[in-house]
């Protein structure tokens, strides 16, 4: 069975950084979409960015280009999202996510489409 674990959430001013992490486990292939989603009360759930395991270029949701970098330590099973120049809009529970596919491109939508899903991390980004 799958499992992903996220951290790294907290408050934070606007302008600041945060790193989120995604410790994964239980997986029985080798190739997968890895994705960061985020939803915000009263919201649907978004599409921030996503990867390959086999390599390609990641790809970012609209709201977030430029400011967010998602990446993977193959070695410790953990997808990373770094967040900079965060904005009060930002603000929301952000999930990791996979789904099992033997090529990229790997895009971050539809969020239906991924299988497994972490619990969720809370970023708060205060104006």
């Known amino acids: 069975q799958v499992q992903l674990v996220e951290s790294g959430g907290g408050s934070v001013q606007a302008g600041g950084s945060l790193r989120l992490s995604c410790v994964a486990s239980?997986?029985?292939?080798?190739?997968?979409?890895m994705g960061w989603f985020r939803q915000a009360p009263g919201k649907e759930r978004e599409g921030v960015a996503a990867l390959h395991t086999g390599g390609g270029s990641p790809i970012y949701g609209d709201s977030v280009k430029g400011r967010f970098t998602i990446s993977r330590d193959n070695s410790k099973n953990t997808l990373y999202l770094q967040m900079n120049s965060l904005k009060p809009e930002d603000t929301a529970m952000y999930y990791c996510a996979t789904k099992k596919q033997a090529w990229p491109p790997c895009p971050p939508w539809p969020a239906q489409d991924y299988n497994y899903w972490g619990q969720g991390t809370q970023v708060t980004v205060s104006s």
């Open positions: 239980g997986y029985s292939y080798s190739r997968y979409c």
